[in-house]
């Protein structure tokens, strides 16, 4: 597995119905013995490749981090028999085996003699060997394989940027970032660089000359595992706090970001890891004597392959732009929805009788008619009420309410409730009269 060749790769079996990864413990191989070649040679074989060509203990994972279950087995060479689970950490198997040699079938007629023979195609392998690469994927020490050979590639020069990418690219982790520190390579150097501008495989590299020691071509891309993870705690939301980092599993520790100067590009991509808005401000706190923390040495957390624990550390705190403010709390809301309630019950039982009270206003406002002169020299006037209630004067208004005795006429009498209007009905029939002595009837007015 992890290779695109089926004879090159990390060991896997199928036991239990799954695939699982195997251990470097199986078998009694990855101890060093001078049998691991032969082993190594045997699993070659049934693997239907050719001779082996290397054997050794890849990264070591634990059973929750890694991709495939982790198991061990036990017995002959070969048997699946004697299979059990690893739950804890252990190295796992890389085997290098040579492709088999391709034997065509006996031709009906002989060949041209300008056929080539067929040879596997060229291909890349990231080995984990320099300080800050082991455990990470699409970062190591680069092995190149063609035809026969294979082994590590030598190279000194720090002009590397186009040859990089084109490696990065071939191995499917994206674009180069860095040449990481030289190593000098477990195997002697096989490969080094014929044309750092090259556009295809087989025309970067050339065999090295026998005996060459040089250091071995290491590089980080930019699809490194594990990632840098970061947050932001301490602020009231997640789009403002300080910032806390980690590299690893579930399992890692949380620990604030050092402060280190540079560009604002790093909270720029900070905020928008946490699917925040654009970057707002930041500022630096007080680094106390008990403050522990992690450093990142590249400009941004997406380069940082490893991290540097510091201590003093002078933390940060970072505000981006949030494109969800919070909206009114939850005790506002429930109180809105308490008071809408309680109108709404004053309404239903206060209502009706207010709204019955207020039309009986309205209908007495109409009743209250004047009636008064009509045309005709007369200073007095009277009008109409439901309560009949008198007028009082404004210079003698008594402190209550009299009866107006002009409402209705008194009992066992004939006299009319409103005699002025009379009066002034049949002055109205009769011709105009310029005495001083009026027809109207002050039976009634004399009564006051």
């Known amino acids: ?17 799954s695939w699982s990864t195997l251990c470097a413990q199986s078998w009694g191989l990855g101890d060093g013995s001078a049998g691991d070649a032969r082993q190594a040679a045997y699993l070659c074989q049934q693997l239907h490749c050719g001779d082996v060509c290397r054997l050794r203990t890849g990264p070591a994972f634990r059973a929750s981090s890694a991709g495939l279950p982790l198991v061990t087995c ?40 300008t056929t080539p023979a067929p040879t596997a195609p060229p291909r890349l392998w990231l080995v984990a060997g320099p300080a800050g690469s ?26 590397l940027q186009r040859l990089g990418t084109l490696l990065c690219s071939s191995l499917g982790c994206g674009s180069f970032l860095k040449r990481l520190p ?54 009231g939301s997640t789009c403002q706090g300080i910032v806390e980092v980690r590299q690893g599993g579930p399992g890692a520790r949380w620990a604030a970001l050092c402060y280190r100067p540079g560009s604002s590009a790093r909270w720029d991509e900070l ?34 392959h490893e991290l540097e624990e510091r201590s003093p550390c002078q933390r940060v705190y970072v505000t981006c732009q949030d494109p969800h403010p919070p909206g009114p709390a939850a005790g506002t809301v429930g109180s809105i929805v308490l008071a809408l309630v309680l109108l709404a ?3 239903v039982v206060c209502g009706p009788p207010a709204y019955r009270k207020l039309m009986k206003k309205v209908r007495q406002k109409k009743q209250r008619q004047w009636i008064g002169p009509t045309g005709m020299s007369q200073n007095m006037s ?28 008194p009992r066992n ?11 002034a009905l049949r002055l109205s029939a009769a011709p105009p009269d310029n005495s001083s002595d009026s027809d109207y009837d002050l039976h009634a007015a004399q009564r006051l």
């Open 1 to 17: 597995g992890g290779s695109s060749s089926p004879c090159q790769g990390q060991l896997q079996v199928y036991v239990q119905d």
């Open 74 to 113: 036990h017995g002959a060479l070969g048997s699946f028999s004697n299979c059990s689970s690893a739950p804890g950490r252990c190295q796992t198997l890389d085997l290098v085996c040579l492709e088999p040699r391709r034997t065509p079938p006996p031709p009906t007629s002989p060949p041209p003699p």
């Open 134 to 159: 082991r455990g990470l994927q699409c970062a190591g020490t680069v092995e190149f394989y063609s035809g026969r050979l294979g082994g590590a590639v030598g190279y000194q020069d720090d002009e």
């Open 182 to 235: 030289g190593a000098e390579a477990s195997e002697p150097i096989r490969w080094t660089v014929r044309n750092a501008s090259c556009s295809a495989l087989p025309q970067c590299f050339q065999r090295a000359p026998s005996g060459a020691a040089s250091p071995a071509l290491a590089l980080l891309c930019s699809g490194f595992q594990p990632k840098v993870q970061s947050r932001l705690v301490g602020g």
């Open 271 to 304: 905020c928008q890891e946490q699917q925040c808005g654009s970057f707002a401000t930041f500022r630096k706190l007080d680094a106390g004597a008990g403050t522990h923390g992690f450093l990142c040495p590249g400009k941004q957390l997406s380069q940082c």
């Open 345 to 347: 019950v004053l309404l």
């Open 382 to 409: 009277f009008h109409r009420n439901h309560s009949a209630a008198a007028r009082p004067r404004a210079e003698d208004r008594p402190a209550s309410h009299a009866e107006n005795e002009y409402s209705q006429p």
């Open 413 to 423: 009498s004939r006299l009319s409730a409103y005699p002025a209007l009379e009066g």
